[in-house]
């Protein structure tokens, strides 16, 4: 074991300048925006949230670190916005680590980067086995961060030192990390690629489910067979929504997704019936009993019953598609087959190459006539990069056309 531990990276604890004070004031976050001003390159950012703990997906801590600027712990609850942060970087690049889930909380504080490295993507694209930020700091810079914490519940208050720690380190590494990983994909000739996959992360928006259909990603939904037991599911959802909302608690602190399902499943008519059913149990099930059959009531009183499938317009799902639909799916098999080739030759994940969903839908229902000028225009309008059309199109055109050919792989 102290052998292993001898061949280690050494471990990076804290930032190099130490863990900075959180700002928390107008006055603080004043400071805080003239300095990042003032400071030149781009910028690192980095936000935790409390998933799991808070409803909804806010921001409790934003981390910032720029050259000559020093490195930022901002708490965004004392604020209506951070608007004043987005000015002071004016047109600087940001450089985040997984990107796409950090962009909708920080938008929410009014900041939006005009340019952007994601280094998660980046690692994806240069072909690295592992893309976690630990994991890349290590391969590429020779350092290991003391990582933790990050389930934690980052809406308490105060927070504690170590956990600054670990958010100060989330952005410590990033500028360094990006030069690095700039320089791979150069040697690569991947740099355009990143930029376009860099641009689609910052500007894409993707279609949010409408509310009134959230409830269907309840977990264990498939358990109801009837439109009855649908709608008692959807009213029982809303009122965990709303009673979640209104106390600032993730929806599964209330209940859990499968008491939801059990409740909507045996349809309880009474305060004893529904404190039998599974997950209702405890004073605070008790005490909201009320809330509860009343929704069970309206789910059986709704004259709104909802499709036992709702129709998305997406294809099901590849695995039912042999007796669905067999030539969508030997076209599916085969493509896949040739595309995780041409990412293994291109040295990237065969999911960056053309993500699985545009791949799924091209299969499933294909251009007309099928060449590879359709193919290419389909899959452009299905949200592939350029780089992806180039590299991809091909391969996929051929699929279509001869759906059988697997010999020359």
């Given at each position: 074991?102290e052998d292993?531990?001898?061949h280690?990276p050494p471990l990076?604890?804290?930032?190099?300048?130490?863990?900075?004070?959180?700002?928390?004031?107008?006055?603080?976050?004043?400071?805080?925006a003239e300095?990042?001003?003032?400071?030149?390159?781009?910028?690192?950012?980095?936000a935790?949230?409390?998933s799991?703990f808070?409803?909804?997906?806010r921001?409790f801590?934003?981390?910032?670190?720029?050259?000559g600027s020093?490195l930022?712990?901002i708490?965004?609850?004392?604020f209506?916005?951070?608007?004043p942060?987005?000015r002071?970087?004016g047109?600087?690049?940001?450089?985040?680590?997984?990107?796409?889930?950090?962009?909708?909380?920080?938008?929410?504080l009014?900041?939006?980067?005009?340019?952007?490295?994601?280094t998660?993507?980046?690692?994806?694209?240069?072909?690295?086995?592992?893309?976690?930020?630990g994991?890349?700091?290590?391969?590429?810079?020779?350092?290991?961060?003391?990582?933790?914490h990050s389930a934690?519940?980052?809406?308490?208050?105060p927070?504690?030192?170590?956990w600054?720690?670990?958010a100060?380190?989330?952005?410590?590494?990033?500028?360094?990390?990006r030069?690095s990983?700039?320089?791979?994909?150069?040697?690569?000739?991947?740099?355009?690629?990143?930029?376009q996959?860099f641009?689609?992360?910052?500007?894409?928006?993707?279609?949010?489910?409408?509310?009134?259909?959230?409830?269907?990603k309840t977990t264990?939904?498939?358990?109801?067979?009837?439109?009855?037991?649908?709608?008692a599911?959807?009213?029982l959802?809303?009122a965990?929504?709303?009673?979640?909302?209104?106390?600032d608690i993730a929806?599964?602190h209330?209940l859990?997704?499968?008491?939801?399902?059990?409740a909507?499943?045996?349809?309880?008519?009474?305060?004893?019936?529904?404190l039998?059913?599974?997950g209702?149990h405890?004073?605070?099930?008790?005490?909201e009993?009320p809330?509860w059959?009343?929704a069970?009531?309206?789910g059986?009183?709704?004259?709104?019953?909802?499709e036992?499938?709702?129709?998305t317009?997406?294809?099901?799902?590849?695995?039912?598609?042999?007796?669905?639909?067999?030539?969508?799916?030997?076209?599916y098999?085969?493509?896949?087959?040739?595309?995780?080739?041409?990412a293994?030759r291109?040295?990237?994940?065969?999911?960056?190459?053309?993500?699985?969903?545009?791949?799924k839908?091209v299969?499933?229902?294909?251009?007309?006539?099928?060449?590879?000028?359709t193919?290419?225009?389909?899959l452009a309008?299905l949200g592939?990069r350029?780089?992806?059309v180039?590299?991809a199109?091909?391969?996929?055109?051929?699929a279509l056309?001869?759906p059988?050919?697997?010999d020359?792989l």
């Amino acid at each position: 074991m102290e052998d292993q531990e001898e061949h280690l990276p050494p471990l990076l604890t804290e930032p190099a300048d130490g863990v900075p004070f959180v700002i928390d004031t107008p006055r603080g976050l004043q400071r805080c925006a003239e300095a990042l001003a003032a400071g030149t390159g781009p910028v690192a950012v980095d936000a935790e949230r409390a998933s799991g703990f808070r409803y909804g997906q806010r921001a409790f801590l934003v981390q910032l670190k720029r050259e000559g600027s020093g490195l930022w712990l901002i708490d965004p609850e004392p604020f209506d916005t951070l608007i004043p942060l987005q000015r002071a970087l004016g047109s600087a690049e940001w450089i985040l680590h997984a990107a796409s889930q950090d962009l909708p909380c920080l938008a929410e504080l009014g900041m939006h980067p005009h340019a952007l490295f994601d280094t998660e993507l980046g690692a994806r694209l240069a072909g690295l086995p592992r893309v976690g930020l630990g994991a890349v700091v290590e391969s590429l810079l020779g350092v290991r961060l003391a990582k933790e914490h990050s389930a934690a519940d980052w809406s308490r208050r105060p927070l504690p030192q170590d956990w600054l720690r670990y958010a100060a380190l989330d952005v410590e590494l990033l500028i360094e990390l990006r030069s690095s990983l700039s320089q791979m994909l150069e040697e690569q000739g991947k740099t355009d690629w990143a930029a376009q996959e860099f641009e689609h992360v910052r500007t894409h928006r993707p279609a949010a489910v409408p509310r009134k259909d959230r409830w269907r990603k309840t977990t264990g939904i498939n358990k109801l067979k009837s439109p009855r037991r649908l709608a008692a599911l959807r009213e029982l959802w809303r009122a965990r929504e709303h009673l979640a909302e209104q106390k600032d608690i993730a929806p599964g602190h209330v209940l859990p997704d499968s008491a939801l399902v059990a409740a909507a499943q045996d349809m309880p008519g009474t305060v004893p019936q529904l404190l039998g059913v599974p997950g209702f149990h405890g004073r605070a099930a008790k005490r909201e009993a009320p809330r509860w059959l009343r929704a069970v009531k309206a789910g059986a009183a709704s004259e709104d019953l909802p499709e036992l499938q709702r129709r998305t317009g997406a294809p099901p799902p590849p695995r039912s598609w042999k007796d669905r639909n067999p030539l969508a799916f030997r076209r599916y098999r085969t493509a896949r087959e040739r595309l995780v080739r041409q990412a293994e030759r291109l040295e990237v994940m065969s999911e960056i190459l053309l993500t699985p969903a545009v791949l799924k839908q091209v299969c499933w229902e294909p251009p007309e006539p099928i060449d590879l000028e359709t193919v290419a225009a389909a899959l452009a309008e299905l949200g592939a990069r350029p780089w992806q059309v180039e590299q991809a199109a091909a391969i996929v055109t051929v699929a279509l056309l001869d759906p059988d050919r697997l010999d020359d792989l």
